[in-house]
């Protein structure tokens, strides 16, 4: 048991990949870990020898198979969805599947400036020595570049349009230009991008046309039925719970229930039998936010209520 609140899932899932790779005898792109098909199997789940592979998606399997279809080519990808749709857990493991490193992310925010999307400076060594590659201090894009791995980008359209332009050259050329030092770095093979982005939240910025062009885009949806998103709500909450070691609650799938019903209804904004009209709230009401609501009532439970999870 690590004291790590919160490892990268190529750690935590450590003998999925390791099963994966001892098993997969496909051809593989350039700087790939896994193959196409074994990436699609680590995150949709499926039977590896005598092991199972459990899912790290619950959803349509031809929609993971799109994202890794882009990857082994030259275009970047984009996964867009409204709050809760999984875009970053599904980013996360793409990137650990792919090049065994999720760790390359840049967290796009109102105040992310183009120093921390290309690279920046060491003042000290700058003063010192002068404009020179010991003085640059690489961001994870530029490390990607390097390594010819993935970098994610969250929340893409939360940056300022004019920020976002600086990846156009990145995505079209596979070159980062360096002017003070009169040189380039060049992305090596199995370097891409992996991007996320919402149109529902306040507070964000479209892609312009050309930068939207560099992007294949692949739509994240809810969960299609309720089983599916009692399902994943289950056992992402488990999953949460064991990590905080906070003991299940004998009524976990049933109250799992109860709070999704409550969710459907508000976000349709009338009841299950179409009797009542309901006042929908401005929040998306995600099964994210369905997620938290029940980790935050098996503490309750096991701390405050002899360890029965009830509203």
Not at 78 to 106: F, R, Y
Not at 150 to 174: A, F, H, N, P, W
Not at 264 to 270: D, K, N, T
Request: net charge negative.
């Amino acid at each position: 048991m690590t004291d790590v609140l919160r490892e990268p899932v190529e750690k935590t899932y450590a003998d999925d990949l390791e099963a994966l790779m001892s098993q997969d005898d496909r051809p593989k792109p350039t700087g790939w870990v896994l193959s196409p098909q074994a990436v699609v199997t680590y995150i949709v789940g499926g039977q590896v020898g005598k092991r199972q592979i459990d899912a790290k998606y619950v959803g349509d399997r031809r929609i993971i198979e799109t994202a890794v279809a882009t990857l082994a080519t030259d275009r970047a990808l984009l996964l867009l969805g409204v709050p809760g749709t999984a875009k970053s857990w599904v980013s996360e493991h793409l990137a650990a599947a792919i090049s065994g490193d999720s760790t390359k992310i840049i967290q796009c925010t109102a105040g992310t400036d183009e120093n921390q999307i290309r690279y920046g400076w060491n003042y000290a060594q700058l003063l010192a020595k002068g404009p020179s590659r010991d003085a640059l201090v690489p961001t994870p894009l530029f490390r990607a570049m390097e390594s010819g791995s993935l970098c994610r980008l969250e929340e893409l359209t939360r940056m300022g349009s004019d920020v976002q332009d600086t990846l156009i050259t990145v995505l079209s050329e596979k070159m980062l230009p360096i002017p003070e030092l009169n040189d380039a770095v060049y992305a090596r093979r199995g370097f891409n991008v992996i991007a996320t982005a919402n149109d529902r939240d306040k507070g964000v910025n479209e892609l312009s046309a050309a930068l939207k062009r560099r992007f294949n885009v692949v739509v994240l949806p809810l969960p299609s039925d309720l089983d599916q998103e009692i399902q994943i709500v289950t056992r992402r909450v488990g999953e949460m719970a064991q990590s905080l070691d906070l003991p299940a609650p004998k009524n976990v799938v049933e109250e799992v229930k109860r709070v999704l019903e409550i969710f459907r209804e508000l976000r349709s904004g009338e009841t299950a039998d179409g009797k009542t009209t309901l006042k929908s709230p401005s929040a998306t009401l995600s099964t994210a936010e369905a997620i938290a609501v029940m980790v935050s009532g098996f503490s309750h439970a096991t701390y405050f209520n002899d360890g029965i999870l009830s509203a």
